[in-house]
Each structure stands twice: as C-alpha cells, then as structure tokens.
C-alpha cells in the first residue's frame, strides 16, 4: 500500500474538522470513507485502525459518548 | 467532618438505614466526605422529586482511550457542587477477581487521594468500578493505576472488559481454563477495549461449566460455558450412598428434573443416555460426590445475549456447540474477527449482535461469517425457520 497511516490520519482529522457540530462520526463511518477515498487497494481497516490510533495518541482527536461512541475534536480545538 | 462542610439533611434515606438489612446509605455516610454528603444530598431530592438528577456521558476520559471512563455530572451543580462531575471509572479487573491485600490497599490509597474513596466492587460487567471522580482527577488516577499494573476497562461501543469465573483455581467442574482464556483475549484485543470501533458494546464471558457463574448466557454477546461430550462420570459406590443417606430422593430429585429425561433409578443403579444429555447440570449438583462431567471437555460458544437497555432482554444461543479451549485459540479468533467484520459494518448504531443476528436473519448471519448451520442451533424443531438448505443439499437428500 503507497497510503501512509499518516495520509490517512490527515484525511480522517479533515473529514471531522469538515463535519464537526453538523455530523458524528463513529470509527466505522471514518473507515468506510477512508476506503472510499483512497480505494480497497491502497488503504484498509487494519491501516484506518492505525490512523484513529494516531489521532487519539496525538490528542489531535478524542472519543466522545452520545449513546454511543463518536469520534470528535477536543473542546478546546473545535 | 470540618466544618465548612454543609451538612444535608436527608429524612427519606434515612429510613432507608433502618431494618436488619445492609444499607447503601449507610456506607456512604461512612465514606464522610464533602463528596459522600452531596451524593446523599442530589439523591435525597430526587427521592423527593421523583426524577434523576444525573446526565451520563460526554466528553470526558483520559488521553488515548475512548472507555474506562463514564461521565457523569449532576444537573444541579449549584446545589450539589461536591457532585458536579461524579465520573465513574472502570478498571479491568484480573481474571477470577482474585487480589492480594496489597493490591486492594494500592487501589483504595489511589482512589481516597484522587476520587471519592468510594468503590463498587464489582460492577455487572465484572470492572472494579471507582466511583466519583472530578475531570482533572483522572488523568492523576489513570498514571497511578497504571503505574501500579492495572488499566482501564471497557465502556461505550468497544468490547467490554472480558470477565470469566474463578473456573480451576477453585472449581472442580471447570471444563477448561477460564483465567488463562479470559486473559489471553483480553490482552490479544486491547485495541478494541481501549478504542471503540462498533455499533455498541460487545461482551465476552467465560463460565468454565453450565453453572455459569458469570451469568453469561444472559449478559454476554459471547459466551463461553464449558462443556464435555463424553459421557458423565459415575461413581456408583457414591449415588449407593447418597441413596442410603435418606437426604436425596434420586428419583425425584434427580431423575424427575433431568430436562430431556435422560436419566434412570431403578433404587440400584443409576443409567444415564448420554447422547440425549443437555449438560445442564443439575444431577451432577444434586450429587456432587457421584458424579462429574466427563473427561473430554472444552465450551460451547454462545452468541447474542444482552439486559435490556435499548430493546428487550435476549438470551444467548448455541452457536458453536462444542469446541476445545486450547491456546491460543485461533479458530475462535478468526470466527470473532469475521462476526466483529460483519457487525461493524452493517450493524446499526446501538444494535447489539444478538439484535443484529435478528434483524438480517441467522441463516444470512452464519453465511455471511462462512459458519454452517448445525441443529443445535435451533432451540425447538420447526421453531427457528430461517435456516433454508440449499437445492444442493435436497437434491443429494
């Protein structure tokens, strides 16, 4: 795969900074779009699994619980 | 107490500090803390209003993870602000809740420094849950947890702190090593306890026979209960006994309510046939002297239990009836990483597995996971019509 988990981290914190306030996103919901965006070839669950590790390890984004798991920006960052 | 504290006046909870029976209210005033007073406090005036005064989840936690913690604030910070943030925190317990003195002391000295010093222990999903805690608080409890070998649990929608009964460290019955299972999936899947990643949550029991006693058939979204499929082992010498012994009728209380009726006394020998056996259990608990699963043992896999939160109760059903439970358990990892496959994507936000098998039909579920239907998933004939053989099949038939 030529997709860094890097790439894919970008992407993801991107795509919640870009739906923050508007739409939640659930791990599942970044995977699929990841999939979308870069293709089954180049990018899979197992390298999205990776990615949101990063952007939780990175404090860049942090899981929030609305009746279920949802992963959103800090307070202080949204 | 020091004296700045506000002393609450709490006459309905009081009642409940009467009567022969242990009292939650009686413990917590013994915790005699600011906190344990505006606990009572907000609980009081609920008990006067008659509705919760508690909001649940948020954005609290500790870096890195997305369960352990369970926010919890109190819609009457004004009033209550010892119990404005009240978070509760859970930490993976070891397997078979087994402690030294030691690490209890650990565990209390970190939570009277950083929370309220109160504890549940243990809470239905098996955690040590730590009880009330202040949002800077939790990065300080996490580091000292941490730091003395624990971690956090699960919460939210990622797969529960593993839980399984004390199984052959104290149980003759175990069938297999509940501990070490319980151990060896709860270190192979720290991402997934740590990071949740589906519809909701998804637990996983380990009761080393039919027993249960982690009551997983009702609470977990797979179990793994213990079983043989040899044949009972009798001690003959010992049912004569317990027949002479005048306490047990073998008949009655035996026989009579063995399920599938498989059992027979004729006031000298006791027959079993074992292929119609359902290992429920109770004669070998009636007569623990005289008899004993059998030697070749392993668990029966069991899916799509849950308490009813969100939908109704389920209880969980046969799914694999009977598997070794052998290190490092690779055909079960395989068959949960494609059932974990499956749900995350298709599953709907807050549908459990067993909510889910319901929904797409088990017939689709076991063909989309590559499982073949058996009978021993069908809990009556003709009840579970969802199962349809392929042309193939009849036409070999």
Same mark, same amino acid.
């Given at each position: 795969m030529s997709v %860094?988990?890097?790439?894919v981290?970008?992407?993801?914190?991107?795509?919640?900074?870009?739906?923050?306030?508007?739409? %939640?996103?659930?791990?599942?919901?970044?995977?699929?779009?990841?999939i979308?965006k870069f293709g089954a070839a180049e990018c899979d669950?197992?390298l999205?699994?990776?990615?949101?590790?990063?952007?939780?390890? %990175?404090?860049?984004?942090?899981?929030?619980?609305?009746?279920? %798991?949802?992963?959103?920006?800090?307070?202080?960052?949204? | 107490?020091?004296?700045?504290?506000?002393?609450?006046?709490?006459? !309905?909870?009081?009642?409940?500090?009467?009567?022969?029976?242990?009292?939650?209210? =009686?413990?917590? =005033?013994?915790?005699?803390?600011?906190?344990?007073?505006?606990?009572? $406090?907000?609980?009081?005036?609920?008990?006067?209003?008659?509705?919760?005064?508690?909001?649940?989840?948020? !954005?609290?936690?500790?870096?890195?993870?997305?369960?352990?913690?369970?926010?919890?604030?109190?819609? !009457?910070?004004? *009033?209550?602000?010892?119990?404005? #943030?009240?978070?509760?925190?859970?930490?993976?317990?070891?397997?078979?809740?087994?402690?030294?003195?030691?690490?209890?002391?650990?565990?209390?000295?970190?939570?009277?420094?950083?929370?309220?010093?109160?504890?549940?222990?243990?809470?239905?999903?098996?955690?040590?849950?730590?009880? $009330?805690?202040?949002?800077?608080?939790?990065?300080?409890?996490?580091?000292?947890?941490?730091?003395?070998?624990?971690?956090?649990?699960?919460?939210?929608?990622?797969?529960?702190?593993?839980?399984?009964?004390?199984?052959?460290?104290?149980?003759?019955?175990?069938?297999?090593?509940?501990?070490?299972?319980?151990?060896? +999936?709860?270190?192979?899947?720290?991402? #997934?306890?740590?990071?949740?990643?589906?519809?909701?949550?998804?637990?996983?029991?380990?009761?080393?026979?039919?027993?249960?006693?982690?009551?997983?058939?009702?609470?977990?979204?797979?179990?793994?209960?213990?079983?043989?499929?040899?044949?009972?082992?009798?001690?003959?010498?010992?049912?004569?006994?317990?027949?002479?012994?005048?306490?047990?009728?073998?008949?009655?209380?035996?026989?009579?309510?063995?399920?599938?009726?498989?059992?027979?006394?004729?006031?000298?020998?006791?027959?079993?046939?074992?292929?119609?056996?359902?290992?429920?259990?109770?004669?070998?608990?009636?007569?623990? =002297?005289?008899?004993?699963?059998?030697? *070749?043992?392993?668990?029966?896999?069991?899916?799509?239990?849950?308490?009813?939160?969100?939908?109704?109760?389920?209880?969980?059903?046969?799914?694999?009836?009977?598997?070794?439970?052998?290190?490092?358990?690779?055909?079960? =990892?395989? !068959?949960?990483?494609?059932?974990?496959?499956?749900?995350?994507?298709?599953?709907?936000?807050? #549908?459990?597995?067993?909510? +889910?098998?319901?929904?797409?039909?088990?017939?689709?579920?076991?063909?989309?996971?590559?499982?073949?239907?058996?009978? #021993?998933?069908?809990?009556?004939?003709?009840?579970?019509?969802?199962?349809?053989?392929?042309?193939?099949?009849?036409?070999?038939?």
């Amino acid at each position: 795969m030529s997709v %860094s988990v890097d790439q894919v981290a970008e992407a993801m914190f991107q795509l919640v900074t870009e739906t923050h306030g508007k739409k %939640s996103l659930k791990a599942m919901d970044l995977t699929k779009a990841m999939i979308e965006k870069f293709g089954a070839a180049e990018c899979d669950k197992e390298l999205c699994k990776h990615a949101i590790r990063q952007l939780m390890d %990175s404090g860049r984004c942090i899981y929030s619980y609305l009746g279920g %798991s949802y992963i959103t920006l800090p307070p202080d960052k949204a | 107490m020091s004296e700045e504290r506000k002393k609450r006046e709490t006459p !309905l909870l009081d009642e409940l500090e009467s009567g022969p029976w242990p009292s939650f209210v =009686k413990e917590i =005033k013994k915790a005699d803390t600011a906190m344990a007073d505006d606990l009572l $406090g907000v609980l009081e005036r609920s008990y006067e209003e008659k509705i919760g005064h508690w909001k649940h989840g948020g !954005l609290v936690g500790v870096m890195g993870y997305g369960g352990g913690v369970i926010g919890r604030y109190s819609d !009457l910070p004004q *009033d209550f602000p010892e119990v404005a #943030e009240f978070h509760t925190i859970r930490v993976n317990q070891p397997a078979g809740w087994f402690y030294t003195s030691d690490a209890l002391r650990t565990i209390a000295g970190i939570w009277e420094r950083h929370g309220s010093g109160m504890t549940n222990m243990h809470g239905s999903t098996g955690d040590i849950v730590l009880l $009330g805690c202040k949002t800077q608080e939790l990065e300080p409890v996490f580091a000292e947890l941490t730091a003395a070998g624990f971690d956090l649990g699960g919460s939210g929608s990622d797969m529960r702190t593993p839980s399984c009964c004390v199984g052959q460290a104290r149980c003759e019955w175990a069938c297999y090593d509940t501990m070490g299972a319980c151990y060896d +999936f709860t270190q192979t899947y720290q991402d #997934e306890l740590h990071r949740p990643a589906f519809p909701y949550k998804y637990k996983l029991k380990f009761s080393g026979c039919p027993n249960d006693c982690v009551a997983s058939v009702a609470r977990s979204d797979m179990s793994f209960i213990g079983v043989w499929r040899d044949e009972i082992k009798v001690d003959a010498e010992q049912v004569k006994a317990y027949a002479a012994g005048g306490k047990l009728d073998i008949q009655k209380d035996v026989c009579d309510r063995c399920p599938t009726g498989c059992m027979k006394w004729d006031g000298a020998a006791l027959e079993i046939d074992n292929a119609n056996c359902v290992k429920c259990m109770h004669c070998i608990n009636a007569m623990p =002297k005289a008899l004993a699963p059998g030697d *070749d043992r392993g668990a029966a896999i069991l899916i799509g239990a849950k308490a009813p939160i969100v939908g109704g109760a389920l209880l969980a059903s046969v799914f694999v009836p009977f598997i070794k439970m052998e290190p490092p358990y690779e055909d079960i =990892k395989e !068959l949960l990483s494609r059932i974990w496959d499956l749900w995350a994507e298709h599953g709907k936000n807050r #549908e459990r597995v067993g909510e +889910f098998i319901q929904r797409v039909g088990l017939g689709n579920f076991l063909e989309q996971i590559g499982l073949d239907p058996v009978p #021993e998933m069908i809990t009556a004939p003709r009840a579970n019509p969802y199962i349809f053989y392929q042309d193939t099949v009849e036409d070999e038939a």
